[in-house]
């Protein structure tokens, strides 16, 4: 008797499980494969379908995903309340700019027209060497505007003084005030809307921060009288108005240009 060869008998086994898949019968099975086929059959029969969860696991999933959302929103929120001027503004009530106090206080006292015009120098000039020497440091000087028509010094606390530069241009006066960075806050300004951060040339090829007033605005400046016998706040109603740290140690304050631009072409030709 011979034995069969072990090659027709994995034919064999080969050609049942074919038929046995060609056996499977499943409602639109057409063009599928045998895996497919068996697959089919397996839905088909009703494979048990997860147990729905429980009312307690329910209502975990349910605060899960509503503290999620809540998080989500929270978060959003804060973003917004952020990034808008108003809020943003609120969190920096105020800040100190190289010796200048700018305080933001939307719901502040409205400050006066800025229709009138700038204040000049003092009726008694001083030379610009005079001037240099008693605020112990040199006065900067725009190109742009070239010999300034007149030179005062105010007095301020703590032995300090303040240089302020006048010209007369299309019929207005242009003011450029000048003190040591390194001073207290003696000079502040009210404001109802912030100011806007810009860069400024500084004369050297690089560039320095500035701020830039459009709005009236109160200024208030802390100084010395005349006598020398006492210390007096002046305040007054300021018009558009540039703010810039000169050479790294000089606050320098223009008034009297109505546009930015220009007012930065003046403040890039400082030296």
């Keep these: 008797m011979n034995e069969p060869e072990p090659q027709d008998g994995r034919a064999r086994l080969r050609a049942e499980l074919l038929a046995l898949g060609r056996g499977l019968e499943v409602p639109g099975d057409a063009g599928l494969t045998m895996a497919e086929r068996v697959l089919a059959r397996i839905v088909a029969e009703g494979v048990p379908a997860p147990a729905a969860p429980g009312r307690r696991e329910r209502a975990r999933v349910w605060v899960r995903s509503r503290a999620r959302l809540l998080a989500a929103a929270l978060s959003g929120l804060l973003v917004v309340l952020v990034l808008t001027p108003p809020v943003r503004a609120a969190v920096m009530d105020w800040f100190d700019f190289g010796g200048v106090e ?17 204040p000049g120098c003092a009726a008694e000039p001083v030379a610009p060497a005079r001037a240099a020497e008693l605020a112990g440091f040199r006065p900067l000087v725009p190109k742009e505007l070239g010999t300034p028509d007149a030179i005062a010094l105010t007095r301020l606390p703590e032995s300090r003084s303040m240089i302020t530069l006048c010209w007369r241009e299309g019929g207005r006066t242009v003011r450029l005030d000048e003190f040591a960075s390194a001073l207290d806050p003696y000079f ?13 040339a500084d004369g050297r090829g690089g560039e320095v921060d500035g701020l830039w007033f459009a709005r009236p605005h109160l200024l208030t400046i802390g100084m010395i009288t005349a006598d020398g016998t006492r210390w007096k706040r002046s305040q007054r109603t300021a018009g558009p108005t540039l703010l810039w740290v000169g050479d790294g140690r000089v606050t320098l304050r223009l008034e009297g240009v109505s546009s930015a631009d220009r007012a930065r072409e003046i403040a890039g030709s400082t030296h």
């Design 102 to 118: 700018v305080r933001y206080d939307p719901s502040g006292p409205a400050a006066g027209r800025a229709g009138g015009p700038v």
């Design 188 to 200: 502040t300004k009210q404001v109802r809307e912030q100011p806007e951060w810009l860069k400024v």
